[in-house]
């Protein structure tokens, strides 16, 4: 007689142990030297990513990940890495983003690094920070949708490696700059001005922050709107910054605070109110831009435009 066929409870019990079994598996690779056994790795947790998830460390899978990005590679091996990169994002973007921030921002060191910190430990830190930022660079010009909800946790990264006591700041200009280039290029909630180097983020409904690069840190909290701001703008001397929200159709314009004390990152309150709102018709904003230091064109669908003064 023929053995009794196993039960679907038993089949399942065999399938769930066969798939731990296959993750576990495919993250221990990724530690090989082999190039061959890492890159089918690669390719197995890129289109498992959802199954593999909750069965392996998946902040280790990431973080083993970049490592690999960070090594010198063929243009083959790394856009494995790229595809892999982007299904991870498309399947859980906060998870990739939480682990590509803190990658970036390495644990930077909260105290003056000392002669004991060793400079082959800096260089992996530079290598494996420049990594993250480059792989987040890649995923933003690619789909810019994918990241667009996280944006503050990883521009929030990037100001760590620029505080004075990471020991990375110079080392990873290049990487920072591509990645703010990027983002200005694939985000309308985005702005900066280069020569201040401010960059303002509409982070939530209700709120942009104005980051100040050169301090690494907040410089303002600008309130006074409800809804996600779609498209910011600095002014040519970064004074000004205008906002557009496009639910309740207004015109937001703020103003910063001047003088040596706003340089120095201690000119008092830093959440502003606008120095100019304007309603507009439901539905008309399009577009915002500077034309002068105080002088904004509003452009409307259809093509028209309004000047609007500050």
Known sequence: MLPPAPSLASALIVYNSL????????????????????????EVIGYSWTPFEKLFDAYSAIHSLIRIYSTTLSASRR??????FLEIAAKNSPLLASSLATNISNGSPSSTPTASFATHQLQGMTN?????????TY???????????????LIEAVLKTLESTSGLREKVLAAITELVDALVASYSTLAFHRPSQRLALSTAPGIIVVYDLKTSQTAYVLDGHHHLSTELAFNMDGKYLAAMDKQDDILLVWRFGGGILSYLGTDGDKTLQPKVTKAFESGKMVGIKWTEEKRIVVQLEGGAELEVGV
């Not at 598996?25 to 089918?40: F, I, K, N």
């Not at 494996?128 to 987040?136: C, D, G, N, P, Q």
């Open 139 to 153: 995923i933003v010009l690619t789909n810019p949708c994918l990241f667009s909800d996280v944006l503050a946790i």
């Open 19 to 42: 798939k731990k079994s296959v993750a576990r598996s495919a993250e221990l690779l990724l530690h090989e030297p082999v190039p061959l056994y890492q890159d089918t790795a690669i």
């Open 79 to 84: 856009e494995t890495l790229h595809r892999c």
């Open 128 to 136: 494996i920070s420049s990594a993250a930022m480059r792989i987040v």
